[in-house]
């Protein structure tokens, strides 16, 4: 099991924060973020109000990216250090991967996520890749509720969607998604573009060319092994997920955009809806699992109930229901969130006074994230794995009759014995069939 590991990113000003006068209310402090609210500062101590005036989030990272002359500036190879080779050291391990951005518009989403495609492009990028390695990608756009192939060419004057479904043990998937296949690095970084070209945009009041959809990029990456001397695929994918903004739609500035704001306000609402249920129901799990732990010491003075929980509230308590289907993207996210994958959220906020709210949400959301616990495993082959464990029974059964061999024999040992010794006799029947199918 894993916690979703939590980064918030506070970009510069902005140009227009500048012109009208913004003010810097948010602050880093190691792996503290700290957000002041001017309101209530400027006050009378004490005065009709008794809200705090700095609240304080604890995070896995927070970067500084507000001065580059600060000295705790964090550049965006900074951020590529720590995030971006925990992404591909873990799908390298054969781990699924999810990372996602989320703020509201103009907070830095995009480029946090995907920064300058040409800075990441080196030498050895151009080199094909090793025979073992085989990669594919695809790119889609979540937008009003619809999901559209960004890397598909179709007739503009005819908008269509594709099918999200569930595979019962894949989980969700697009129906009809195209999948490129790759050679070398180069190549994932022109699909990216050309997807991101392809990418539905409109003017906002906060700024001129935001995103108005959410997109996933995966990256599906699989790798030839050697395990048990048995010919194996080890399969990961990374899913790298830049949501539309996360501020309310300004009614009087977009009446052309109701839709669409509804609907980008209805996706990250069940989102939040999401992750705060994970995060109680994770939370809810650990309170269970430690007053089990408490009990079972024997001096705890619990009673322990037939059942082995605790008589008491606590362990018994069932878990909340999760809506992942009231939206495409959590739907699409099911796996990425409390399922099958290491998952990483960037939350990037503005420092200026004037998107306290945002930046305040922003923050709650983030601080939500960080109670959800996935559980990761490596994705290999069945049959390699079904070959492993029943080697390490082997291993125990035999370990076990050696025990009993160096006893002296009852009558009650011996057919133990003669039990352990079949046992271990249909293990390495099935291992050699299984072994004769790889």
Same mark, same amino acid.
């Given at each position: 099991m894993a916690n979703v590991r939590v980064a918030v990113r506070v970009r510069p000003l902005s140009k227009r924060e500048i012109k009208e006068g913004g003010r810097i209310i948010v602050e880093v402090d190691g792996n503290v973020a700290k957000i002041r609210n001017l309101k209530v500062d400027s006050r009378p101590d004490g005065f009709g109000d008794f809200r705090e005036k700095i609240v304080a989030f604890g995070f896995d990272y927070c970067y500084w990216s507000v001065n580059p002359e600060d000295p705790q500036y964090a550049s965006q190879d900074v951020v590529f250090q720590d995030l971006g080779t925990e992404v591909l050291s873990g799908a390298a391990k054969g781990y699924n991967i999810c990372l996602f951005a989320y703020g509201q518009t103009g907070s830095g989403k995009t480029y946090t996520m995907l920064g300058t495609p040409g800075l990441f492009i080196r030498e050895e990028d151009y080199a094909p890749l090793p025979s073992s390695c085989?990669?594919? $990608?695809?790119?889609? !756009?979540?937008? *009003? &509720?619809?999901?559209?192939?960004? #890397?598909?060419? =179709?007739?503009?004057?005819?908008?269509?969607?594709?099918? +999200?479904?569930? %595979?019962?043990?894949?989980?969700?998937?697009?129906?009809?998604?195209?999948?490129? $296949? $790759?050679?070398?690095?180069?190549?994932?970084?022109?699909?990216? !573009? &050309?997807?991101?070209?392809?990418?539905?945009?409109?003017?906002?009041?906060? %700024? &001129?060319?935001?995103?108005?959809? %959410?997109?996933?990029? /995966?990256?599906?990456? /699989?790798?030839?092994?050697?395990? *048990?001397?048995?010919?194996?695929?080890?399969?990961?994918?990374?899913?790298?997920?830049? #949501?539309?903004?996360? &501020?309310?739609a300004d009614p009087s500035y977009c009446k052309d955009r109701i839709t669409e704001g509804a609907n980008i306000n209805k996706s990250l609402v069940t989102l939040g809806i999401v992750i705060s249920t994970l995060a109680q129901n994770s939370q809810a799990f650990s309170s269970c699992q430690s007053l089990n732990s408490a009990a079972s010491d024997g001096d705890s003075g619990i009673p322990s109930s037939p059942s082995g929980?605790? =008589?008491?509230?606590?362990?018994?308590?069932?878990?909340?229901?999760?809506?992942?289907?009231?939206?495409?993207? /959590?739907?699409?996210?099911?796996?990425?969130?409390?399922?099958?994958?290491?998952?990483?959220? $960037?939350? /990037? +906020?503005?420092?200026? %006074?004037?998107?306290? =709210?945002?930046?305040?949400?922003?923050?709650r959301y983030a601080s939500n994230a960080k109670h959800i616990i996935n559980k990761p495993r490596v994705n290999e082959d069945a049959n390699v794995k079904l070959i492993r464990e029943l080697r390490e029974e082997i291993r125990r059964l035999k370990a076990m009759l050696l025990n009993f061999e160096l006893r002296n024999f009852s009558p009650l040992n011996e057919e133990k014995d003669e039990n352990l010794k079949e046992l271990v006799l249909q293990n390495e029947l099935k291992v050699g069939i299984l072994g004769g199918h790889s």
């Open positions: 085989r990669i594919k $990608v695809s790119f889609l !756009e979540i937008y *009003n &509720e619809r999901v559209r192939d960004l #890397l598909k060419q =179709s007739d503009k004057k005819k908008s269509y969607s594709l099918r +999200v479904r569930e %595979h019962p043990e894949l989980g969700p998937y697009v129906q009809g998604l195209s999948q490129h $296949v $790759v050679t070398n690095y180069k190549q994932v970084i022109q699909l990216l !573009e &050309e997807g991101i070209a392809n990418r539905i945009t409109a003017a906002t009041h906060i %700024h &001129e060319a935001s995103s108005r959809s %959410h997109a996933i990029f /995966t990256i599906y990456y /699989t790798q030839a092994v050697l395990e *048990n001397n048995l010919p194996s695929e080890i399969a990961s994918k990374i899913n790298l997920v830049d #949501l539309a903004g996360s &501020e309310r929980t605790s =008589s008491g509230a606590g362990p018994s308590r069932r878990q909340s229901y999760i809506p992942y289907r009231d939206s495409v993207l /959590t739907w699409l996210l099911k796996d990425s969130l409390g399922g099958n994958s290491k998952t990483i959220m $960037v939350a /990037t +906020v503005s420092p200026a %006074h004037t998107s306290y =709210s945002e930046t305040m949400s922003t923050l």
